[in-house]
């Protein structure tokens, strides 16, 4: 069953950067239902674990961006 992951994300300025995340994150296997936002500033994904929840937040921040608050629902 797989886990819901709520992200907030500082730094998004346009829709360019809501899709290099949605990208970056599409490469990774284990994530599905990918959404994020640049006006709102949140991500919304689900993973097959929730230890992933770290590999997650650690490829947004290598692209630049800041990953505030992760939350698994």
Same mark, same amino acid.
């Given at each position: 069953?797989?886990?819901?992951?709520?992200?907030? &994300? =500082?730094?998004? +300025?346009?829709?360019?950067?809501?899709?290099? &995340?949605?990208? *970056?994150? *599409?490469?990774?296997?284990?994530?599905?239902? &990918?959404?994020?936002?640049?006006?709102?500033?949140?991500?919304?994904? /689900?993973?097959? /674990?929730?230890?992933?929840?770290? +590999?997650?937040? =650690?490829?947004?921040?290598?692209?630049?961006?800041?990953?505030?608050?992760?939350?698994?629902?």
């Amino acid at each position: 069953m797989a886990t819901h992951l709520v992200l907030k &994300i =500082e730094g998004m +300025t346009c829709g360019g950067c809501s899709n290099s &995340i949605t990208a *970056r994150l *599409r490469k990774f296997d284990f994530a599905e239902n &990918i959404n994020v936002d640049w006006e709102s500033g949140k991500g919304e994904l /689900d993973i097959a /674990d929730p230890s992933q929840k770290d +590999t997650v937040v =650690e490829a947004i921040n290598q692209l630049g961006y800041k990953v505030v608050e992760a939350k698994v629902e």
